[in-house]
């Protein structure tokens, strides 16, 4: 394990890397509140062993500088999720330990739980990686795919209306995730990719769906990609959307082309549900295991490549020691034209394998944990040239929501 370069405790981190939510986080629409700050931020932070771990949401008034303080945190134990319709005030909370769902708004500059609904009468057992969109701010869907179900929530009144079932959503074989945690808005509906893959076992299924998503009536069509194991999505400025293969599937296919299909790009045009046949293949424009999009302009996106040259991959490594080894660089796609990448030379630094990334306002940050995940930088990866550092917040960063 040394000669990867890769702790114990860094491989604890990876499987949270792989659930993450990239909380997307558009123009306000909802009324201001009197002392509401402008972001929420939900982290998890951990015990020096890793043994312990709890969730904590703070607030801020900018991602570019300064740093989070959790003395002024709600703390939830265990593992929680954050959601919000943005610009209202109102923050959402999914508890892991309590099976619940918690609605909490601002009072006088404080945040205050108004509300707490149960959600094993849905025959919810347990919560990972749950995703929460809205449909203004009076509606939400909760979706879990562990029970392969959204749960319709009436927000006006706090009550849970129904479930609704996501079965054909799911891989008969393998656990099934939405994609990066989080759907594209799109002309008025939410898209997603969705497939299956197993950390333990090192597998990634070898077929996935597109997922189109309309909240106004909570109906959803399913379309079968091209190709398999795509995880980021993002729209381009034609509103073609984009959706990529994660470095984990690029990892293992490295090391065992039977395991994980080959790291690859799809295109869905603008104004349609179908999935253009021709696909984008990644570790051809790079050379090397290639996977991720992370927005870096209207029509580039950053993607990461595993630097084997400074690092050649060893004999019998594992997909998931690939992933986690800090040997993976930045380059740079033109989305209107993705035959090729660049290097990013401003960028020199050489990271692991995940990736999480939230947008706020067109400008997009992306997670930097430190070694032992006590603490996370945002960096931002919009309006370069090349990322450049914001904020800082202990532990990990999961989502980030704004409230006004």
């Known amino acids: 394990m040394e000669r990867l ?3 114990m405790c ?3 981190g990876i499987g949270l890397l792989l659930i993450t939510l990239g909380a997307c986080t558009d123009e306000p629409s909802g009324t201001n509140v009197d002392g509401t700050p402008r972001y929420a931020i939900g982290m998890r932070v951990f015990s020096p062993d890793f043994s312990d771990e709890n969730s904590f949401i703070g607030f801020t008034e900018d991602l570019a ?11 939830i134990p265990g593992q929680a999720s954050l959601f919000a319709p943005q610009g209202t005030g109102d923050f959402y909370v999914t508890s892991a330990e309590e099976r619940s769902l918690q609605w909490f708004q601002f009072e006088e500059g404080r945040p205050v739980e108004v509300g707490r609904l149960g959600l094993s009468g849905f025959g919810i057992s347990t919560l990972s990686g749950d995703v929460m969109v809205f449909d203004g701010a009076d509606r939400g869907y909760l979706f879990d795919m562990l029970s392969g179900q959204a749960i319709e929530v009436n927000l006006e009144d706090f009550e849970l209306v129904r479930a609704i079932d996501l079965s054909d959503w799911l891989d008969p074989t393998l656990t099934s995730f939405i994609g990066g945690l989080r759907f594209v808005p799109r002309d008025g509906e939410f898209v997603a990719v969705v497939y299956g893959t197993d950390l333990v076992q090192q597998v990634v299924s070898d077929t996935a769906q597109v997922v189109f998503f309309d909240p ?4 959803y069509e399913l379309q079968p990609s091209p190709c398999a194991g795509v995880h980021y999505g993002m729209s381009a400025s034609n509103g073609d959307l984009f959706f990529a293969s994660d470095p984990w599937v690029a ?17 869905i045009p603008a104004g349609t549900r179908t999935v253009a046949t021709q696909t984008i293949e990644l570790n051809a424009l790079t050379g090397r295991p290639t996977g991720g999009l992370i927005p870096s302009g209207p029509d580039t996106a950053y993607v990461r490549a595993l630097d084997v040259e400074t690092f050649p991959i060893p004999d019998k490594a594992t997909g998931l020691e690939l992933f986690g080894a800090p040997f993976w660089q930045t380059w740079e796609i033109d989305l209107r034209q993705p035959d090729e990448a660049v290097l990013v030379d401003s960028d020199p630094e050489l990271l692991p394998g995940g990736i999480t990334w939230f947008e706020s306002e ?3 940050y992306q997670n930097i944990s430190s070694p032992d995940f006590t603490s996370t ?3 931002r990866t919009t309006d370069g040239p090349g990322p450049s550092s914001g904020i800082v917040v202990p532990g990990l960063a999961l989502q980030v929501v704004r409230l006004q």
Not at 66 to 73: K, P, Q
Not at 216 to 219: I, N
């Open 5 to 7: 370069g890769i702790s």
């Open 377 to 379: 930088t945002l960096s």
């Open 216 to 219: 106004a009536t909570g109906t």
């Open 10 to 12: 860094g491989l604890r």
């Open 362 to 364: 067109e400008t997009v």
């Open 251 to 267: 990892a293992i296919h490295a090391v065992d082309d039977a395991r994980a299909p080959a790291p690859c790009m799809i295109r």
């Open 65 to 75: 500088t300064g740093a989070v303080d959790l003395s002024d945190a709600i703390e």
